[in-house]
């Protein structure tokens, strides 16, 4: 087994500590607008969708904004008793740069998606029954459909991630941008696993096409709860800096476009 850690906020630069604090805020204003409105991420997300149906995707034709080419979509699928669903979360096309090239090495006995219409995963992202976020988790290829990238090509790439309109909820689009930025770290991780048990299982099984193997699935997983990992980056930023005043406030940030 190859381990996957859990990032931790010691290991953060001042700049990174900044940035996922700062997202962490904006997390935090969109998450009280959508309670004080008696609601949560996937009640939003799910309203006026009708019937929800394992392995359908919600909303109905996905999300996609065409400034940033990010995308993305919640269903549900997988037998854990802890998760209601999860959103699979994507970049497209152009928000690609051209010169990053699809990993090579692999048989593709499978077509991956080429020209306009590449993709790369980022992260699927594990909600509870109470609409909240409980853990982040990698998958094969053949889960997503996507152009397979090297890890680290795809991490370059995570701050591209914004959803910035208002369909089919202005509030859960940023919620969503401002969660992969606060776990951009633990992204990155599940990403470099996702690539070691990838190049194991290649090792183990040569002539096999191991992206489109139906028996790995999820490559990795982590648990996540936003309240704590904000509350980690805080108590850093304040044993690093003796002085709370240049702290970035939950309270005092807000979402500004």
Known sequence: MIELTTPR????????LKELMEAGAELDTCTRALTKGGINV???????????????????????????HAQYYYHAHRDDADEHGHFHTFLRGSALPDNMIPATGFQETQPWPRGEDVVAHLVAISMDVWGKPIGLFATNRWVTD????????????????????????????????????????????LLRHR??????????????????????EITGQLAITPDQWQEALAREWRNRHLSTADTPSRQQSHVSH
């Not at 996937?42 to 940033?68: K, N, S, W």
């Open 195 to 216: 690539d070691a048990v990838i190049a194991r299982r290649h090792l183990e099984t040569p002539d096999t096409d191991v992206l489109e193997d139906r028996s790995l």
């Open 9 to 16: 906020a010691a290991e953060l630069d001042d700049l990174t």
């Open 42 to 68: 996937v009640g939003e997300l799910l309203r006026g969708q009708g019937t929800f149906y394992e392995m359908d995707h919600y909303p109905e034709g996905d999300v996609y904004d065409a400034d940033h």
């Open 146 to 189: 996507e152009t397979w990238f090297s890890a680290e090509d795809v991490i370059r790439q995570i701050e591209r991630f914004q959803v910035d309109h208002a369909w089919p909820s202005w509030a859960v689009n940023l919620w969503l941008s401002a969660l992969i930025r606060l776990y951009r770290p633990h992204i990155e991780q």
